[in-house]
C-alpha cells in the first residue's frame, strides 16, 4: 500500500496525457480519484500505525542497482507519517482549489499530479538517493505552473524559486554524496547506515564540516533567514493550490530531510553550528514578521508570515532535545495545514476579485459569512490561540529551546506578539469594518464540493489541536529514536 | 587472422559502397531513397554488432582490436546516426541540390569512428580520428550558398588542423622516445621511465588533440561559431558522435597509453574540466541564438564528462559512458526539434520559439523534457549521469571539482528555463502551426521515452557502460 502512493499520482498523470482536451469532467474525475484514494490510503496507514513499536513500519525494500548499493526502500516512522497525513490534507484539498484553473487545464493538473506524487515519494522513501530524486523531482513541476498560470511578476517569482531551491539542493546533493564516501559502507540504504552509524560515528571533524552542507542546501527550502527571499515573491505569484502545496508540504520537506539525515547521522555537526542556526532561525522570526507587518499584499503577508513561522521550526531543530523536535514536527504539521488554508481563502476571493491587497477588502464577515469565519480561524491557528495544534507544538519548541538558548527564545516570543500584530490587523481590515462597495456580487463558499477543501483543512486542525497526542504519540518515539 | 571481427566495419563499407553507386548510376536515385537504404543499413550493422558482441580478439598485427569498450561506442555511434539521418533527410532537400552525397559522408564518419573505437595503434588511431574531423569539415561546409556556413567549416578546418598538428606531433615524438606506435608498446615504455619530462611534454600535446575534439577549455573557441553556421543536422552529429570520438580517443590515450602518469592526468583534467564546466555554463547565459546556446551548453558538459575522467578508474570511466549515453539521447532529441522549427521558421534565434507551446504543444513539451535532462533535473537521464560523474569525483578525493559541477547545474538551469519561458510563457507573434511529420514524431517519441526510461531505471545502461568501463583496465 504504502508503495502505490507516490506512483498512483504519477501513473494517473500519464493517464491524463491521453485524455481528450474537452473532457474537462473525467480529468478532474482522475485527479480527484488519485489524490483522494492516497489520502485514504494514508488515512488507513495511520490507523494502522502502532506508536509502541520502535523502527519503521510498513517496511518493503527492493535492490535496485546493486553495485552502487542503491535500493529502492519505503516504511514510514512517526516523523514521515506525520508529514504523510499533512500531505493527504493538503494535496486533497489543493486538488478541488486547481480546478478553478481555466486555462490548459490538462496541463495544470498533469504537473500538479506530478508534484503530488514526488513529494509522497520524499516522504516514503528511505534511501538517501530515492529521496534526492524525489527531492528534486518537485522541482520540476514548479516552473511551468508558477510561470503559466500565475500572477504578479510570475516569470521573475517562478525564476528566482527554482533557481535558489536547485542551488541548496545541489549544495545538499555534495553533502551527501562527501557523505556516502565517508561512510564507507557502499550503501544509501537508511537503516543500514543507520545501524552502521550507532556503532562506529562519523568523526567530529567530518560531521562539523558537512553539516553546513546539509543545514543550508536543505536550509533554502525551509527558508532559512537570509536565503528567504525568494518564498514571499515565489507564494505570490503562484497559482493558489501551488501556494497551498508549496507553503504547506514543499516547505516542510527541508526540516524533513535535516531531521532524517542530519540530526541522527551528524549529531555534533548539528551541535557545533547549533547556536548559528538559532540565531538565523530568531532572525527570520523576527524579521519577516516585521516585513508582514509592513506588506499591502494578503499573499505577501502570508508569505512572509510562513518565513516567520519556519523559523520557529528551525529553532527546534537547533536545539535538539526531544521537547523541541517534537514541538518542531507537530509545528510542520500545523503551519503546513494553516498555510494551506489561508492560501487556498485567499485564492477562492483573489479568483473572483482579481484583488489582493488588504485596502481593497472589508466587512468581508457581512459579505461572505463563511468565508470569513474560515479565515478568521485560519488567522487564529497562525497566531498560536490554544485549540489549535499551533499552540501546542510553538509552546514545545519554546520550552524545549528554552534551556540552550534562553536569549534567543526570548527574542522569538517577542515575535509572537509581531505575528499578533500582523494578523490581527489582517483580519480587522478584511472580515470587518465598513463593508467594500467594490464586490457586491461577491460568492461565498456554497456548494459542498466548494466547502469541502476548507472543512478538511480545518477540521484537521482543530482535531490535532485539541487531541494533539494524536499526533504527539507517534512523533515522540521517531524523534527519541533520531536522537539516539 | 580473424577477418570475422571487422564485421561490423564490412558491412557499413558495404552500405557505403551500395549508396555510392547508386548514386553514380542510377538517375533516379533521390535523397529520400539514400536515407531509407542508410537508416536501413544503421539497422543492419547494429544488428552485426550485437550478434558479434561476443567475439574478442585482435587482427591486421594486433593494430586493429574488439574490446567491449569499442562495441560500446560502435553501439552509440550507429544508434546516434539513425536520428541524425532522418534530420538531415528533413533538412537538406530544400537547401541544396545534391542532398543524397550528405549520407555518403555520413557513412564515412561512421566508418572512421569505428575504426577509431578499435585502433590498438597510434597511427591508426590518429588516421581514423581524421577521417571523421574531415567528413566533418565538409559537413560543417555543405551548404555552399550559405556564406555562414562555409565561414563555419573554414573555421573548424583552421583550428581542427592545429589540434591535429599538436596531436600527430606528441604522437611523433612518442615513437622518437619509445620506436613504436603500438598502443600496447608505447605504454610499457611509459611506465618503464617514470618522471621523464618528454612523456609529460607527450601528454600536453596528446590533451590539445583531445581538447579539440571534445571542446574543452582552452580549445573550444571554435564551439559557439560552427555550432551556428553549419547546418543543424550536422551539429546534432557533431555534438554527440563527434565528441564521443573525442572520448574514445581520450579514454585510450589517457588510460592505455599513459596510466603511469595518473597524478598529472588528474591534476590537468581536473583543471580544465572546472574551467570547461565554468566557461561553457556562464557563455550559455547571455546567448540570442539557439545553435550558439547549445554550442556553448555542449561545452559545459564536456566539462562534466572530463570529471569522470580526472576521477579514473572504472567508476569514472563507467560514468563518462553513462553520461556520454544520457547526454546523446537528449542532444539528438534536441536538435531533432531545433531542426524542424528552423525548417518551418528560417530562423535559429531563440526569439522565434516564443510561444512555440502554442504552435507545436508536442515539439515544446520534447524541448521542455531535454531541456530538463540537459540540465540535471530527476528522474530524466541526465540527472543520473550527473550523479555518477560527482559521485566518482567525491570517491576521488576531487571534492572541489564536485562542488564546483553541483553549483554550475544551478547556473545551467537558468539559461534553460529561459528557453522554457520563451517556449510556454510568452506569447509569438504568428501563430501558424508548426507541422510535425510521422517519422519524426516516432523517433521524438522513441527519444523522449528512452531519456524517462533510462533516468528512472537506470540499471541496464549502468551495467552496459560498467561492463566496457571495465576492459578499458
Not at chain 1, 560531521?207 to 533567514?225: D, K, T
Not at chain 1, 466548494?450 to 472543512?455: A, T
Not at chain 2, 621523464?196 to 596528446?206: D, E, G, I, R
Request: hydrophobic share 55%.
Amino acid at each position: 500500500m504504502i508503495l502505490a502512493l507516490p506512483w498512483i499520482s504519477m501513473l494517473t498523470a500519464f493517464a491524463l496525457l491521453f485524455v481528450p482536451k474537452e473532457n474537462i469532467r473525467l480529468m478532474k474525475q482522475l485527479v480527484l480519484g488519485s489524490c483522494g484514494i492516497s489520502s485514504a490510503i494514508v488515512l488507513v496507514l495511520f490507523l494502522k500505525f502502532d506508536p509502541s513499536k520502535a523502527g519503521y513500519q510498513f517496511l518493503h525494500r527492493w535492490e535496485w542497482i546493486p553495485s552502487m548499493g542503491i535500493t529502492y526502500q519505503v516504511g514510514l516512522d512517526g516523523l514521515n507519517l506525520t508529514l504523510c497525513v499533512l500531505h493527504a490534507l493538503v494535496s486533497l484539498a489543493g486538488a478541488f482549489m486547481s480546478f478553478g484553473e481555466k486555462e490548459r487545464m490538462k496541463d495544470y493538473l498533469f504537473f500538479y499530479l506530478i508534484l503530488t506524487g514526488a513529494i509522497y515519494g520524499v516522504f516514503t522513501a528511505l534511501d538517501i538517493f530515492f529521496l534526492y530524486l524525489f527531492y528534486e523531482t518537485t522541482l520540476i513541476p514548479l516552473y511551468p505552473m508558477i510561470g503559466i498560470w500565475g500572477s504578479k511578476n510570475k516569470e521573475y517569482g517562478a525564476m528566482k524559486l527554482t533557481i535558489f531551491i536547485t542551488t541548496g539542493a545541489v549544495l545538499a546533493l555534495f553533502g551527501l554524496l562527501a557523505f556516502y564516501h565517508q561512510t564507507g559502507l557502499h550503501t544509501f540504504d537508511l537503516i543500514q547506515i543507520q545501524q552502521q552509524l550507532a556503532m562506529h560515528p562519523l568523526s567530529r571533524g567530518f560531521q562539523e564540516w558537512l553539516a553546513p552542507f546539509l543545514l543550508i542546501g536543505f536550509g533554502v527550502i525551509a527558508s532559512l533567514w537570509p536565503l528567504h527571499s525568494w518564498s514571499p515573491i515565489g507564494y505570490a505569484a503562484a497559482p493558489t493550490s501551488v501556494s497551498m502545496l508549496h507553503a504547506g508540504v514543499l516547505k516542510k520537506m527541508g526540516p524533513y530531510l535535516i531531521l532524517r539525515l542530519a540530526v541522527p547521522f551528524l549529531p555534533l555537526g548539528i551541535q557545533r553550528w547549533a547556536a548559528a542556526l538559532s540565531v538565523l532561525s530568531c532572525i527570520g522570526i523576527v524579521y519577516a514578521g516585521y516585513a508582514a507587518i509592513r506588506q499591502k499584499d494578503l499573499k505577501f503577508i502570508i508569505g512572509f508570515s510562513s518565513v516567520s513561522h519556519m523559523g520557529y521550526i528551525l529553532l527546534g531543530i537547533a536545539a535538539m532535545n526531544p521537547a523541541a523536535l517534537s514541538g518542531a514536527v507537530l509545528l510542520m504539521f500545523s503551519h503546513g495545514v494553516m498555510a494551506a488554508c489561508t492560501f487556498a481563502l485567499i485564492g477562492y476571493v483573489y479568483e473572483q476579485t482579481h484583488a489582493r491587497e488588504v485596502s481593497d477588502y472589508g466587512g468581508m464577515a457581512k459579505l461572505v459569512p463563511f468565508w470569513s469565519v474560515c479565515f478568521v480561524m485560519a488567522s487564529m491557528a497562525s497566531l498560536g490561540l490554544p485549540g489549535f495544534s499551533n499552540f501546542a507544538s510553538e509552546l514545545l519548541v519554546f520550552i524545549g529551546s528554552w534551556q540552550h538558548f534562553p536569549v534567543v527564545v526570548g527574542l522569538a516570543v517577542f515575535g509572537v506578539l509581531v505575528t499578533a500584530i500582523y494578523l490581527l490587523r489582517m483580519v480587522q481590515h478584511v472580515c470587518y469594518g465598513p463593508v467594500s462597495e467594490r464586490w457586491p456580487k461577491l460568492r461565498d463558499v456554497k456548494t459542498l464540493s466548494e466547502k469541502l477543501p476548507f472543512l478538511l483543512l480545518l477540521g484537521g486542525l482543530l482535531l490535532f489541536g485539541f487531541w494533539p497526542n494524536g499526533l504527539l504519540r507517534v512523533i515522540e518515539p521517531a524523534v527519541g529514536a533520531l536522537l539516539k | 587472422m580473424n577477418l570475422s571481427l571487422l564485421m561490423p566495419e564490412f558491412t557499413a563499407l558495404g552500405v557505403l559502397l551500395a549508396l555510392l553507386v547508386g548514386e553514380m548510376f542510377c538517375k533516379d536515385f533521390s535523397s529520400r531513397l539514400s536515407a531509407k537504404v542508410s537508416l536501413a543499413g544503421c539497422f543492419l550493422v547494429l544488428a552485426v554488432i550485437i550478434l558479434n558482441a561476443k567475439a574478442r580478439g585482435t587482427a591486421f598485427d594486433g593494430v586493429f582490436t574488439v574490446t567491449p569498450l569499442a562495441i560500446f561506442f560502435k553501439v552509440f555511434f550507429v544508434t546516434a546516426l539513425m536520428p541524425v539521418i532522418l534530420m538531415a533527410q528533413e533538412f537538406f532537400p530544400a537547401k541544396v541540390k545534391h542532398p543524397g552525397e550528405l549520407f555518403l559522408i555520413l557513412w564515412c564518419t561512421l566508418i572512421g569512428s569505428f575504426f577509431l573505437s578499435s585502433a590498438n595503434d597510434l597511427l591508426v588511431l590518429f588516421i581514423a580520428l581524421e577521417i571523421v574531423t574531415l567528413s566533418f569539415y565538409i559537413m560543417a561546409a555543405y551548404i555552399r550558398k550559405e556564406l555562414i556556413s562555409i565561414e563555419s567549416g573554414l573555421k573548424y578546418l583552421i583550428i581542427g588542423s592545429l589540434a591535429s598538428a599538436f596531436l600527430i606531433y606528441g604522437i611523433s615524438l612518442l615513437y622518437v622516445a619509445t620506436g613504436t606506435t603500438s598502443i600496447d608498446g608505447v605504454r610499457l615504455a611509459v611506465a618503464a621511465a617514470p618522471g621523464s619530462a618528454l612523456f609529460k611534454l607527450c601528454l600536453v600535446f596528446v590533451l590539445a588533440g583531445i581538447g579539440f575534439k571534445v571542446a574543452s577549455v582552452p580549445f573550444q573557441l571554435w564551439v559557439p561559431d560552427v555550432y551556428e553556421g553549419a547546418p543543424s543536422p550536422v551539429v546534432a552529429y557533431l555534438s554527440t558522435g563527434s565528441k564521443a570520438a573525442g572520448f574514445v580517443l581520450a579514454l585510450r590515450l589517457l588510460f592505455s597509453v599513459f596510466p603511469s602518469l595518473e597524478h598529472e592526468r588528474t591534476l590537468l583534467i581536473s583543471l580544465l574540466a572546472a574551467l570547461t564546466i565554468l566557461y561553457g555554463n556562464l557563455g550559455a547565459l547571455m546567448q540570442g541564438n539557439i545553435k550558439r546556446l547549445f554550442g556553448y551548453s555542449s561545452i559545459g558538459h564536456a566539462g562534466y564528462i572530463l570529471i569522470g575522467i580526472a576521477a579514473g578508474g572504472v567508476e569514472g570511466v563507467r560514468a563518462v559512458l553513462f553520461y556520454i549515453l544520457a547526454y546523446g539521447l537528449t542532444n539528438l532529441a534536441a536538435f531533432y526539434v531545433i531542426t524542424l522549427v528552423g525548417k518551418t521558421l528560417k530562423s535559429d534565434r531563440i526569439e522565434s520559439y516564443r510561444g512555440l507551446s502554442h504552435r507545436s504543444p508536442f515539439l515544446a513539451a520534447i524541448m521542455f523534457l531535454a531541456l530538463l535532462s540537459l540540465a540535471g533535473v530527476p528522474p530524466l537521464a541526465g540527472f543520473f549521469g550527473k550523479f555518477l560523474v560527482l559521485l566518482a569525483a567525491v570517491n576521488h578525493d576531487l571534492k572541489w571539482l564536485a562542488l564546483v559541477g553541483a553549483l554550475a547545474v544551478a547556473i545551467s538551469l537558468f539559461y534553460y528555463l529561459s528557453l522554457v519561458r520563451k517556449m510556454y510563457l510568452e506569447e509569438s507573434v504568428q501563430t501558424s502551426p508548426i507541422l510535425v511529420p510521422l517519422p519524426a514524431r516516432i523517433t521524438l517519441g522513441i527519444l523522449a521515452a528512452a531519456i524517462i526510461l533510462v533516468g528512472l531505471f537506470q540499471g541496464p545502461a549502468l551495467s552496459f557502460a560498467a561492463w566496457a568501463a571495465q576492459s578499458l583496465f
